[in-house]
């Protein structure tokens, strides 16, 4: 697969909607498959970012691969939202 040249061996995570209808849940199987340190995340909700779930899964993602050190002393920092 050419495109993944590049970050194969990195650990990615991809989140994709189940019911999405103009990118289909099945077009993320092949690059997941072909990424052996691919997470794969499927939310019960369509293509908006902004539904509930797919905002949960990319801020779960995004805490669980946040570097500690750069909160430092390895806490995490939470702004009041």
Known sequence: ??????ILGKPATIVQGCYNVICRVRSTF???????E???KVA?????????AIIAALVSVTDA???????????RRR???
């Open 1 to 6: 697969m050419l495109l993944t040249t590049p």
């Open 30 to 36: 092949h690059p997941a498959a072909g990424l052996p």
């Open 38 to 40: 691919t997470d794969l």
């Open 44 to 52: 019960l909700v369509g293509h908006s970012v902004m539904d509930a």
């Open 65 to 75: 691969t946040a570097m500690p050190q750069v909160w430092g002393c390895g806490k």
């Open 79 to 81: 702004d009041p939202v």
